[in-house]
């Protein structure tokens, strides 16, 4: 009699459960119980409240700050390995504090290398992610990583739009690769805006390297934090003769007066996934669920079948 994989296990952190439901639905399964018990001091302590012996478990949650999303991760990770799970996949659509990937002054933490050890300390032996800030960030972890493209789930999107005389735009020089590869699966031409900042989330100068008279403008980026950048590109966009400006952008972050910004702007739409929960009222703003990806590449990583069809760009 040939042996039957059991089904894996899916479980989300708190502040990813409607992506875990949307992802375990998709899926097909029931997402799992997981009881969180707070202590008046703010501790907190997960417990799975069903056997995961010998299982394949997939734990969702993206650990975009506060520190807290992280540490749900790293508890529920350290409580699986403690139950015995067999494999223990961190689905993290977004992999935070994934900017400090380098040292890029005197005495500053590598907080994207301390990160990816204690997710393999904590006990995960696999890594699912989406639009890593850095690609290179891969290459901090001894265990798999699947890094996964949100194009496939834009380039339809901006296909269906059927806009003409479209032309792809990078906010930064950091994000040119990103474009160029959007604008060689659309066809269209390339501009890079050139910024330069006084300190982080704030913009002293920005000029534009390219043309974007009587064109309608996608900027391509993979965070918007507190949404400086994309709206202060876009007016410059504008004022140089563009048709329209909109952008799609991985991770909705949007800290601090984004909202306010994204609504005065004169971008016409911001595209976003639903890795962070995004307001959904926000009229400008249009949300693409990265659900069905996460759920196929489940099953595709749960049955060992090959996932290099999501890997578009």
Known sequence: MAYQVPEPKIFACTQSVELGEKIAASYGAELGKVQFSRYSDGEFQPSFEESI???????????????????????????????????????????????????????????????????????????????????????????????????TLFLPYLKGLNLDNLCIASPDMGGSKRAYAYSKALECDVVICYKQRAKANVISHMELIGDVQGKNVVLVDDMVDTAGTLTKAADLMMERGAESV????????????????????????????????????????KILSCADLFADVMHRVHHNTSISSKFLM
Do not use: C
Not at 55 to 65: H, L, Q, V, Y
Not at 114 to 130: C, F, H, N, Q, S
């Open 53 to 151: 012996r010998g299982a394949r478990i997939f734990i969702i949650g993206s650990t975009n700050p506060s520190s807290e999303n992280l540490m749900e991760m790293l508890l529920m990770l350290d409580a699986a390995k403690r139950a015995s799970a067999r494999h223990i996949t961190a689905v993290m659509p977004y992999f935070g504090w994934a900017r400090q990937d380098r040292k890029d002054k005197p005495r500053v933490p590598i907080a994207a290398k301390l990160v990816a050890k204690m997710l393999e300390t904590a006990g995960a032996t696999r890594i699912i992610t989406m639009d890593l800030h850095a690609d290179q960030i891969q290459g901090f972890f001894e265990k798999p990583v699947d890094h996964l493209f949100a194009s």
């Open 246 to 285: 909109r952008a799609v952008t991985t991770h909705g972050l949007l800290s601090g007066k984004a909202y306010e910004r994204i609504q005065d702007s004169k971008l016409s739409e911001l595209i976003v996934t639903d890795s962070i929960p995004v307001d959904k009222d926000q009229k400008k703003i």
